[in-house]
């Protein structure tokens, strides 16, 4: 099944892994060394990715922002515990979800909604520039897939982002999230359906024509 063909505009430190694993290695060997603006870079790198994830999984502005700034603290905390033949992009993902996690389970205990509609425009902040109109459709279409994510569990979600809006393999998303990749393969088929279930019945609900149907499941 073809992967939910999302924003992923992130400019990379370089254009190959094995580059920005070595990149990474040597950024962070630098702050281990006291080198503070070599951190800056490091987040420099990776604030969009670390960003849109944390909004996919909670949700509005204002948690992903704090999400991210609660990530790159505990990233620095613990940076010297990085092992250096780890991915770091793996690292940070794995420390930005469990962020998102720990977020999403105080919400819970208050009852507090997630992901509303009105916010589809938080992704504003973290990718490039669009003309009116198609920053307009992709708002659109952010809107519906986020209302959409509200309705998996939470392990799906972290699933489904990693693997579908952040296009990561599935071993590595289950490496992230200390699960088997059949037990992922399973959270994601299920998720994907749950997405395109709610994404038929909006469209059904509100009326939209075929082509606002089918430019919304071309973006899938």
Sequence with gaps: MTSIALINDEASPHDSADERRELFAS????????DTPAFEQIMTFTERSVMRT???MLGTREDARDASQETFLRAYKYLHRFNSRQDFSAWLYRITINVCLDIRRK???RN????PLDDADALEDVRHGHDEEEAAIQRQHEAIL???LETLTTKERA???LRDFENLPTEEVAR?????PAT????????RQKIKTYCDCFLRRTGRNRTSREEIKRRR
């Design 112 to 115: 507090e909604r997630l992901a």
């Design 159 to 161: 699933a489904i982002v």
């Design 54 to 56: 944390a909004w996919r």
């Design 146 to 148: 986020l209302q959409a």
């Design 184 to 191: 992922v393969r399973s959270q994601i088929s299920a998720a």
């Design 27 to 34: 950024l962070v060997e630098r702050v281990k060394r006291g």
């Design 176 to 180: 992230i999230l200390g699960s088997r």
């Design 107 to 109: 919400q819970e205990k």
